[in-house]
């Protein structure tokens, strides 16, 4: 199992309406797409950041598919523009060795495959994602 945590810190001048819309976009990543097992939204508390969002996933094949899956990438494009801060790593009891390079691996391809999303991250002045790479 593969367990995908995100935190954000929005925007501050977001009406209150954005940010519900923005959640909801993380909640109907999970919603929508059938290889996220369960997932919960929800603020994020004892750090700091604001939100967090996590999706269960069962292996590297359910995580590309979380990656690239509609409503996920939709919650990016949407997203991203309106936080300052975002942070996402992963928990799996997976044995293998090289399963974090594998992850990180997705990750890259992910972004090389929707240009569009990495252009967004490369704006935000504080990205990161599990390929330990990212600023802020």
């Known amino acids: 199992m593969i367990f995908h945590v995100n935190r954000m810190t929005f925007n501050p001048g977001l009406t209150e309406e954005q940010r519900r819309e923005a959640l909801d976009l993380l909640r109907q990543a ?28 069962e292996d590297l094949d359910g995580y590309w598919e979380y990656l690239t899956h509609p409503a996920h990438l939709r919650s990016e494009m ?31 391809r992910n972004y090389a495959e929707h240009p569009e999303v ?3 991250v490369a ?7 599990p390929d330990g790479k990212g600023k802020g």
């Open 78 to 108: 949407k997203g991203i523009p309106l936080l300052v801060r975002f942070e996402a790593f992963d928990i799996t009891d997976s044995n293998d060795p090289e399963i974090g390079d594998k992850i990180a691996g997705l990750q890259r």
């Open 123 to 129: 704006q935000m002045p504080s990205f990161r994602v």
């Open 118 to 120: 990495a252009e967004l």
């Open 30 to 57: 999970g919603a929508a797409n059938p290889a996220v097992r369960s997932f919960v939204v929800g603020r994020n508390l004892g750090g700091d950041f604001e939100w967090g969002a996590v999706y269960v996933l």
